[in-house]
């Protein structure tokens, strides 16, 4: 077996040492009838040329964006991502290193991550952000932890507009914790009806996604008054982190913690995960922050280096006191985003986000003209918005499908109120053509 | 200039090609650019005209501006700072750093897993779904579990997921129990993910032989323990003999046993926590089936209950249909709900499963046999110039303290620290806590034995040193582009993040 | 025990704080063998001024890089001041940890519950037995 280098020779040298006279015999302390008389039932053995073809077999019986034309966003959204990402990524000194405990060693990971923290800081308009979490999700959920936490209070008010899934992963992480949750409802154009009533001396936080679900741009400034108030904090949660190059930054408009997904810098889609999920707040709650966090310090020399600092937060020192019990974090994933916006830039990113912007509103212009679609939802969108069709939302995809296009997300499940509807996401790559032809597809036009 | 000063600084590198690299804001030149963009084929818009002008951000901050061979060059040099286990021995006890096949990460990227979409219709992603009930299944089989679940993201949210199902579990029985077991040897995250769920620790001190007894347990069990967590074989390497009755005293008040499974490579084919009394317990994907650790994740910690906790797992469960169709169940009423805004990390499936089709089942259980033999053979090497807490057969790992160095000042982590001298990523160190000045030492089956020998060689050169020159050990290390860097200034004055001068 | 020190003037308690009475006030804080054994601290929380404490509550929390542990009362009280210089520079408690590392002030309810504490050999006697 290529992985494992022994040979019978060694085996017998290393026995002889040990002082034992077989394999069998290293696992006494094993009591016998625990131990297993047969081989696993699992299949045996493959090649790698054998294993390949299966495993691609497997592969291609998944559409992806090489097969299909690609609308469909909803959380996970596909953009194009620069060749230099997988190449550095792929560094075997970056993928087979273990999280940067000995700093000596691990400078090249600590350094990307601090260079990663100050991204995410600019990105949110906050001070202080740390070294991932596992997705966007568990952030959203950390976030309203960490606000329950910073207040003393219990009671947690998510907005509409916060991703199902999202909304999902909330209420299980909070509820062994005797957590009230509030639902806040959506008014008619798409936005979250106005937060203030929901909001009262026992709230710790108001969880607002920007932009919602349903793709609409909310009025962040509002929430943050609404949440100031009765000292409750703001949370606002991000799906499509490339938002934030156009939007104005959560810190700017109040926010206390921001946090979310950053699958859209250079991380596959790839069915769901491995994903990235940030976190930033201002300097004052850093003693609160989950997760690991790499600070700037000097070596023996007085040479600039990076350390894991503020570490008593954590599960390893502080146990069952622990701000969080995360260990593992996204480490690689981390370093593909960090990369991604080296690459992009402010400048880069910024023009990315209006591409993503132009394709929407041109996409909206097209369903404005076509008989049978309109747009339900008044409010302002990115890059995402939705699309009453005729029929039925399945039906439209359907159509959209017999053209070679996954034409967005089926609404009836997540908001049967709308009617008929699909959820429709445009980025840099869909052209032109496409969009027109998935237009004609979810109205049930020829294309 | 003399000659030391001429081998000095040389441009930037100072010692031939060994980078010292800036951060990448500090590279930042403005109007570089390292994107290209195609050229828009819809009409431009203005944002402050569709969405309103206070809605948009003004500029960045916080960005570089690089070109792509910047942006390269800093990556590519910052990879040369770090240790990994393509370059050598990690020998970290309890997180199991074996080779990281290149097949696997190759599967990884086939387009049908990395570019494919977690929403997209069933019908559409049955390739997918076949891996996940393949892989769930192959997992239960190793484990003696009943069935797993990938959703967790790693091992501490795989736990969060175990006692969060053994609180359900109870909460359907009527029952309030408040606490939960927990070893003194438990790894951190044990604790920490029992407090998440309200729950208060109890701990179980080990006998002196390093083992958990059932004595021990029994005398803090009671109808208000919810579980006892345990670890097995136990951080200090050692199989817990007595798991059976242990798991026993639990069952007979009515408590459940969560295993923390991230030693479970000594186990793989030998034997079975499922056999052994375990009713719930996680995997970690990055230790024992070789997913890559990434320098700090993604992990993946998938679940494997007995079937008393099927109906508490996380939403949804991958199903096998009439006609071999596999589909999403998310009717699962009694479910902890969703951990993972998706499945998981998939990706880190993928890998999974690649690796133990090409182990099957010999190649597992020669796993195990080769890290318990290439563990075993260490410890012999080592005993007598090291202490040894707990010196008898071990499995995967052994721990041993700095108690024979103690009279030359020197302690576990100048050890530690002068090993990377010679080579070598430190063990884990200073845990478990009951060991006094542990180093915990798993030098994996992929270590081969001149590799192990040449291991041994440096720990007991250390010793040798400690007591010939302990200076050399307790400023180590000497040969590395940082020397030990200053932690306490980094917490005692946070600095967090780049800022431009002002 | 030469080698912490344990002044005869203190009380202590068992988990290694010590009582200094000032008049009507006690005075806090942690003793030499606990700084040395938490190592260079980093941080240090404190109970908010007018707070009330009882004995053998943890009235806040102190950290260094590697560790981090509960501070117990040794008596009750109403926290009538806290140390201003542990905030900017908790190493304070390191170079000084009886005089200008002190933490908290109480204006002590029952005068009695110093007589719980230890004397300074009692207090050498527990770090004796710990260190087995």
């Known amino acids: 077996m290529r992985y494992i280098p022994h040979t019978e020779e060694d085996v017998a040298r290393m026995l002889d040492a040990i002082g034992v006279d077989s394999v069998e015999a290293l696992f006494e302390p094993v009591p016998a009838k625990l131990r297993l008389r047969q081989a696993l039932e699992l299949p045996p053995a493959l090649s790698e040329q054998e294993l390949l073809a299966e495993l691609g077999a497997l592969a291609a019986r998944n559409a992806h964006t090489g097969t299909h034309e690609w609308f469909l966003g909803a959380g996970t959204y596909a953009h194009f991502t620069p060749s230099a990402v997988d190449a550095l990524v792929s560094r075997s000194e970056f993928t087979t290193s273990y999280t940067p405990y000995q700093p000596e060693i691990s400078q090249g990971t600590l350094q990307a991550v601090f260079e990663w923290q100050t991204m995410i800081t600019g990105l949110t308009g906050l001070e202080v952000a740390n070294a991932s979490l596992y997705d966007g999700a568990s952030a959203a959920a950390e976030g309203a932890l960490m606000a329950m936490r910073t207040t003393r209070r219990s009671r947690v008010v998510l907005s509409a507009g916060l991703h199902p899934h999202y909304r999902a992963v909330v209420r299980t992480y909070l509820a062994g914790l005797g957590a009230e949750i509030a639902l806040a409802p959506r008014g008619p154009d798409g936005r979250s009806a106005p937060l203030a009533p929901l909001v009262d001396a026992a709230t710790a936080c108001v969880v607002l996604q920007q932009p919602a679900f349903l793709g609409c741009i909310e009025d962040v400034a509002a929430a943050a008054e609404a949440t100031r108030r009765h000292d409750a904090r703001l949370v606002v949660v991000v799906n499509e982190a490339l938002s934030l190059a156009l939007l104005r930054a959560p810190g700017d408009q109040g926010a206390d913690i921001a946090c979310g997904e950053a699958q859209s810098f250079g991380v596959p889609m790839g069915l769901g995960g491995p994903h990235l999920g940030f976190l930033a707040t201002r300097q004052r709650f850093v003693r609160q922050l989950p997760g690991r966090l790499v600070g700037e310090t000097v070596d023996t020399e007085g040479r600039r280096g990076f350390v894991l600092t503020l570490s008593t937060r954590e599960q390893h020192i502080r146990r069952e006191r622990a701000t969080s019990n995360i260990c593992t974090n996204q480490g690689l994933c981390l370093l593909m985003a960090t990369v991604y916006l080296s690459l992009l830039g402010p400048v880069g990113l910024r023009r990315l986000a209006e591409q993503n912007l132009a394709k929407a509103e041109y996409a909206k212009a097209r369903v404005r003209a076509t008989p049978g679609l309109d747009l339900p939802l008044a409010a302002p969108t990115f890059n995402e918005f939705v699309v009453r069709v005729p029929d039925s939302g399945a039906g439209a995809l359907a159509r959209a499908r017999e053209r070679g296009i996954i034409g967005g997300l089926d609404l009836e499940p997540f908001a049967p109120e709308l009617g008929p509807a699909v959820l429709v996401c445009t980025t840099e790559l869909s052209r032109r053509d496409a969009i027109d032809r998935l237009v004609a597809a979810l109205a049930g036009r020829p294309a | 200039m003399s000659a030391a000063d001429r081998r000095e600084a040389v441009g930037n590198a100072t010692r031939g090609l060994s980078y010292e690299e800036p951060l990448v804001f500090e590279r930042s030149r403005r109007g570089r650019t390292g994107y290209s963009l195609p050229a828009l084929d819809v009409p431009a818009v203005d944002p402050a005209a569709c969405l309103s002008a206070q809605a948009i951000r003004d500029g960045i901050p916080g960005l570089p501006e690089l070109s792509e061979i910047d942006v390269v060059r800093h990556f590519t040099r910052l990879s040369t700072w770090n240790a990994a286990v393509d370059l050598g021995l990690y020998p970290l006890g309890s997180c199991t750093m074996k080779y990281n096949p290149k097949l696997n990460e190759r599967a990884a990227r086939l387009p049908g897993f990395a570019n494919a979409h977690p929403m997209q219709p069933e019908a559409l992603q049955q390739g997918f779904l076949e891996l996940c009930f393949e892989l769930e299944r192959q997992l239960a089989v190793v484990t003696g579990m009943d069935e797993v679940t990938l959703q967790p993201a790693a091992g501490a949210q795989g736990e969060l997921a175990g006692v969060m199902m053994i609180r359900a579990y109870h909460e359907q029985r009527g029952e309030r129990r408040t606490r939960v077991l927990v070893p003194d040897s438990a790894h951190g995250t044990n604790p920490a993910s029992a407090a998440l769920n309200a729950y208060q620790i109890v701990a179980v001190p080990s006998g002196s032989d390093g083992l958990l007894h059932a004595e021990a347990v029994a005398r803090v069990m009671s109808e208000d323990v919810a579980a006892l967590m345990i670890t097995n074989p136990s951080t200090l390497g050692l199989f817990e003999e007595e798991i059976v009755a242990i798991c026993e005293i639990v069952h007979a008040r009515g408590g459940l046993v969560y295993g923390d499974g991230a030693n479970l490579n000594a186990l793989l084919g030998i034997a079975r926590p499922g056999d052994l009394g375990i009713d719930v317990m996680h995997l970690n994907l990055h230790k024992t089936f070789s997913t890559p650790h990434g320098g700090g994740g993604p992990g993946s910690g998938p679940v494997g209950v007995k079937s008393p906790l099927a109906p508490y797992l996380p939403t949804p469960v991958v199903r096998r249909r009439e006609g071999g169709r596999f589909a999403l169940d998310r009717d699962l009423p009694h479910s902890i709900g969703r951990l993972h805004g998706s499945f998981g990390n998939v990706g880190m499936f993928v890998r999974a499963f690649a690796y133990l089709r090409s182990l099957g089942p010999e190649g597992l259980r020669r796993c195990a046999e080769m890290a318990v033999l290439n563990a075993n053979y260490l410890l012999a090497r080592l005993r007598g110039t090291y202490h040894v807490p707990y010196d008898r057969l071990v499995m995967h790992e052994f721990v041993l303290s700095d108690r024979n160095l103690a009279d030359t000042g020197v302690t576990t982590l100048d050890v530690a620290k002068r090993l990377i001298d010679y080579g070598y990523h430190p063990p884990t160190v200073y845990f478990p806590l009951i060991v006094h000045g542990a180093l915990m030492i798993e030098p994996t089956e992929s270590e081969s034995l001149e590799g192990l020998d040449r291991f041994a060689d440096a720990l007991l050169a250390i010793a040798a040193e400690a007591r010939e020159d302990p200076d050399l050990v307790r400023t180590a290390p000497h040969h590395t582009r940082r020397s030990r860097l200053d932690e306490t200034r980094a917490a005692r004055h946070p600095v967090l993040r780049w800022q431009p001068l002002k | ?132």
């Open chain 3, 1 to 132: 025990m030469a080698e912490y020190d344990i002044p005869e003037d203190l009380v202590y308690s068992r988990d290694d704080e010590w009582a200094r009475a000032e008049g009507a006030r006690v005075v806090v804080g942690v003793t030499d063998y606990a700084q040395k054994q938490l190592g260079d601290i980093v941080y240090v929380e404190l109970p908010a001024v007018g707070t009330t404490i009882h004995q053998g509550d943890v009235f806040g929390v102190i950290e260094s890089v590697k560790a981090v542990s509960d501070l117990y009362a040794p008596v009750s009280g109403e926290v009538v001041e806290i140390n201003p210089e542990l905030a900017r520079r908790p190493e304070t408690v390191n170079e000084d940890c009886y005089g200008d590392g002190w933490m908290i002030a109480l204006v002590v309810e029952d005068p009695a519950e110093v007589d719980d504490l230890l004397d300074a050999a009692a207090y050498a006697k527990h770090i004796e037995e710990r260190s087995e």
